[in-house]
């Protein structure tokens, strides 16, 4: 097996050059492809770079010749193995022991014990972002709490809520293997979990003290205002997977969906925040604000009657202004129902 590193010029500007040199690959017998950070190929500028696979050398010459680029072969090591060798015990915040299944150590007194055995699902302990979202579940996890973990990986989010003293938690992921992993871990740390394939979109409104997510920093912007749906009042989602040149964007998202940042906390380049609910009388305040504003730069001549108009706003919000408090889910399945259904929206 051998791949094929290529730049595939002009993509930022004219996407459709990348896709037809992705179907000109498959075409060529391609049996993977994968896009590579530009930093694996300093000088790509910013043209879309691309590793593509082939399992017949044979073909080498010829492909280079067609498709240009530079061929190596395939690290063909196992993966999963190699993670086994280097990956071990960790002692994470006050009360969390992390142990690969596979070591003896015994657990140390006080601390809970989660053994981990990924696969190919992210959630070992040791990326930082897993320990950053385990360090704040130890913080505000209380007895009896409901917590919600979207992207769930190899679940070990949802275990070491659990057994720190949550009362329910719920899992879900995008991709289907990562479930099959979860309930595998659920099932050997014989904790109740119901887990499955989707996204936060599927979890009721109003229905979690904790959300936790170790995602994408692109998909934590865009359920930005599911994070704020899905909190009980008072609650507390804890977001991760992102660096720290990522706060910015998924902090304005947060913001502009009725969230807070209650928490900044980091370890090395990785970031992780804490995010509540605002106040529906905040919301309120700053949808004034910015109406007044609207109305003495689009109405400048009628700028003392635009005011007489706000305060009249005032007395009658609950009437005219609408607040977004979160979209109305009537359709809910109420927490009590059976047990793999508590969690999602609609029949």
């Known amino acids: ?36 950070d530009n930093a694996e190929l300093p000088d790509a500028g910013d043209n879309a770079c691309m590793r593509a696979f082939f399992d ?31 990956l071990q015990p960790m002692e994470i915040g006050e009360r969390i022991f992390v142990v690969p299944e596979w070591r003896d150590e015994a657990t140390p007194p006080g601390r809970i014990r989660i053994e981990v055995n990924a696969g190919l699902a992210f959630g070992t302990g040791a990326h930082e972002t897993t320990r950053l979202c385990l360090e704040a579940i130890e913080r505000h996890v209380r007895p009896g709490m409901t917590v919600a973990d979207v992207g769930t990986g190899s679940g070990i989010l949802s275990e ?34 119901p ?44 977001l991760s997977g992102f660096e720290a040149g990522d706060v910015e964007v998924v902090a304005a998202a947060i913001a502009k969906a009725g969230g807070r940042i209650a928490g900044e906390f980091g370890e090395l380049e990785w970031r992780m925040l804490e995010v509540t609910r ?14 007044i504003f609207h109305l003495q730069i689009h109405r400048p001549s009628a700028q003392i009657i635009g005011i007489d108009l706000a305060r009249r706003r005032v007395n009658y919000a ?27 929206r609609g029949q």
């Open 195 to 238: 887990v499955f394939v989707g996204s936060a979109d599927s979890i009721a409104s109003g229905i979690a003290d904790i959300v936790v997510a170790n995602i994408s920093p692109a998909w934590i912007a865009e359920l930005a205002p599911e994070w704020v749906r899905i909190l009980k009042p008072g609650g507390v989602a804890i």
């Open 56 to 86: 017949d050398d044979a073909l080498a010459p010829a492909l280079q010749a067609r498709f240009g680029g530079e061929v190596r072969p395939a690290d063909m090591r196992d993966w999963v193995a190699h993670a086994r060798e280097h």
């Open 278 to 291: 605002v106040k529906a009388s905040a919301v309120l305040g700053e949808q004034l604000r910015k109406q």
């Open 160 to 193: 070491a809520a659990l057994k720190l003293g949550a009362g329910r938690a719920c899992a879900c992921d995008t991709d289907h293997g990562a479930v099959v992993v979860a309930r595998e871990n659920f099932a050997r740390a014989d904790v109740s979990v």
């Open 1 to 36: 097996m051998f791949s094929i590193d290529l730049e595939c010029a002009q993509a930022a500007t004219d996407p459709a050059r990348k896709d037809l040199a992705i179907a000109e690959l498959w075409e060529a017998g391609c049996i993977g492809i994968i896009e590579l």
């Open 318 to 344: 609950a009437k005219i202004v609408p607040l977004p408090l979160g979209r109305l889910n009537s359709g809910a399945i109420p927490f009590q129902l059976a047990q793999d259904r508590v969690f999602h």
